[in-house]
C-alpha cells in the first residue's frame, strides 16, 4: 500500500521536500548521479535528530530484596519481596546442609530456629567460609515513565493505560511509619489495619490527583463500593426528596389550607396575632 505523507506535519513536508529535491536532480541530469544523490540525501537527514526522546522520568515502582548465593557449584541471584522472605529461605537451605558444619569450629549438631541465627553460624562471622557464602541487600525496582498521557475518563484506552501504570508503595517493614498504599493518576488509596479504631481502614487522599482528572468545581469524580454496595457516589447529583403520601399528604394539604385561611382574615399564622 502505498504512504502519502502529510504535509501539515513536519515529516511529511520533509518528504515532500526530498521529493522535489530528487526529481530537480532527474531533470538537470537524466539519471541520480550517485555522488549528487548523497550530498542531497546527507545535507535532507542533517534535518533531523535521531536522538532518544528526554521525556522519561525515572520513576521508583517498589523495592526488592536480592539474595546471591555462591558455592564451589553454583552463583545464584534471586529476588524477594521482603527481607524475612529472602532470609527464611536462605536458612531452609543451610537447615539442609547442615551437617557440612555441625560439630566444627563450635557450631551445634542441631540447628537452632532462629533464621539469622542458623545463616549466621552456617557461614561464620562475615560469611568467613571460604568456598561458600552470600549478600543479602535492598534495591529500588525503577521503571521510566513516559509523558503524561491525555486522561479522559471518557476513554477507554486511557484509562487502561492509567490503570496498567498503577504503583504499590508497601512499607519497608514494621518499623516504617508510612503505610501501604495504591497511586493511580495521583489518587493515594490507603488500606490498611488500624489498632487503634480496631478496623480495616480504607483512605482516599486527593490532594495529588491529575489535574486533568479534577472538575471545574475543584471536585474529583468517584464511586466508593463496598462489595456491591455503592456507599459513595459523587457523579450524579442526589434525588429529589420523596413527596408524602396517603395520610401525611392529606395532612399537609390540610395544614396549608388552614394557614391560607388565617392569612386571608389578617391573622398571623404563627402567632395568631391579628396583623391588621
Known sequence: MPITPDPATLAGAAIIDLADLMDGLQERTGEWPGADTVDIVEG???????????????????RAWVLRQWDRHRDDVTLWCDEASALASLAQEVRS????????????YRPPADNQGVVDLYYGPANSRGD???????ADVSRHVPAPLSLNLADAEACAAANSSALFHPMDGPEDEGLPCIEIAGVLVFAYLDADREAVRVSVH??????????????????VELADTTVFDNLTPPPAPAQPTGWKARLRRLAG?????RADRGVDPHTEDTII
Open 132 to 138: 561458600a557464602g552470600y549478600t543479602l541487600y535492598p
Open 97 to 108: 546442609s547442615w551437617d557440612d558444619v555441625a560439630g566444627t569450629d563450635g557450631v551445634p
Open 206 to 223: 486527593l490532594d495529588t490527583t491529575d489535574e486533568q482528572l479534577v472538575r471545574p468545581d475543584g471536585t474529583v469524580p468517584m464511586v
Open 44 to 62: 535532507w537527514l542533517s534535518r533531523f535528530s535521531f536522538a532518544v526522546t528526554g521525556g522519561l522520568t525515572p520513576q521508583t515502582a517498589g
Open 257 to 261: 389550607r388552614t394557614a391560607r385561611g
